[in-house]
């Protein structure tokens, strides 16, 4: 095993190349800091589309925007609610802040006049993930509570349109499908993941055969069609073809539960984070392991993406760090 020490931040990484196989060794990596073990541990990350901000939801319930282009790091700004949040998702081109909370409310908050915009109740417990549709004016949110999968409009004064059931435990996430926007994917700790249409509140496929709890999903394309990456409690990552509704591979190597996938957008990589305090680096195509970074600040629990760069911030239980992938 090899280690190597970062130079240009107060981080050193470790690298553990995958056993059974040969791969060269990484570059120096540029790893900066942006928060240290004084933060409390990040339950959700989102990336601003045309800002270089990133908003962190902690454990605590706070939740931040910080400025990457700015050294030494500081939080941009601090955006208290009445109650703990611990999901948040930018609506840019409202210049809006969705956030859920403990109680189940939904919070929107307009960041450019630093202002509430509307609070309303939306689930009987603690909402765990939201959604943002890319072009339609649709939130998606769920809860650990009521298992239920809401969808609201807020052209219509935030109306729930449509209620979305048929898991029978929490849904642990929501995403909606890149190549085709009126659908989206649901996995849940039933070991159940299931697609579904904005425009009917019947599932159309379910994937069943789990034999772990889910914890995460996304979607990626591939030679062969489109997928689903799953991460499970069992620190294996499912890989789904949805042309066959099956199981196509697993990936195996973390020994923690997987709380984030991912498909790189600008590199041909799969990127899964774990309890285990990696994350690791797969090629999309090959499905071989290509990277395993270690960070110093305890578990991974959630990531997300620079746009058009190849720089990822990762959100752990004593820190946030920024990276570029290798």
Not at 125 to 130: P, Q, V, Y
Not at 138 to 159: A, G, T
Request: charged share 20%.
């Amino acid at each position: 095993m090899g280690r190597d020490e970062v130079q240009e931040v107060v981080l050193p990484v470790t690298y553990d190349p995958p056993t059974g196989g040969t791969v060269s060794e990484p570059t120096q990596s540029t790893i900066e800091i942006i928060a240290m073990p004084n933060t409390q541990q990040v339950s959700s990350i989102d990336v601003h589309v045309s800002e270089p901000w990133i908003m962190t939801t902690h454990h605590g319930g706070n939740l931040r925007v910080w400025n990457y282009h700015k050294m030494p790091y500081k939080n941009l700004r601090e955006i208290i609610f009445d109650l703990v949040v611990q999901a948040a998702k930018f609506i840019a081109h409202k210049k809006w802040v969705v956030a859920g909370d403990d109680n189940g409310y939904i919070h929107v908050h307009n960041y450019h006049e630093d202002k509430g915009v509307r609070s309303f109740p939306g689930h009987d417990g603690s909402i765990t993930c939201l959604a943002v549709h890319p072009t339609h004016p649709f939130v998606l949110s769920s809860s650990d509570y009521d298992y239920l999968i809401k969808l609201w409009d807020w052209e219509k004064d935030w109306e729930c349109t449509r209620t979305f059931q048929g898991h029978t435990n929490r849904v642990t996430q929501i995403t909606f499908n890149p190549d085709y926007p009126s659908s989206f994917a649901s996995a849940s700790a039933d070991g159940s993941a299931m697609i579904w249409d904005v425009n009917s509140e019947d599932h159309g496929i379910t994937l069943d055969g789990h034999v772990e709890s889910l914890v995460c999903v996304n979607y990626f394309t591939r030679p062969g069609g489109q997928h689903l990456i799953f991460g499970t409690t069992d620190g294996t990552v499912q890989i789904w073809n949805l042309e066959i509704s099956e199981c196509v591979d697993k990936l195996k190597g973390h020994v923690g539960c997987i709380t984030a996938v991912n498909l790189h957008p600008e590199l041909p990589l799969l990127i899964t984070g774990s309890l285990d305090g990696t994350i690791r680096l797969w090629n999309s195509s090959s499905y071989n392991l290509e990277n395993i970074i270690r960070f110093n600040l305890g578990e991974v629990y959630a990531f997300g993406f620079i746009k058009d760069s190849t720089r990822m911030v990762v959100g752990c239980q004593q820190g946030i760090a920024m990276m570029d992938c290798p």
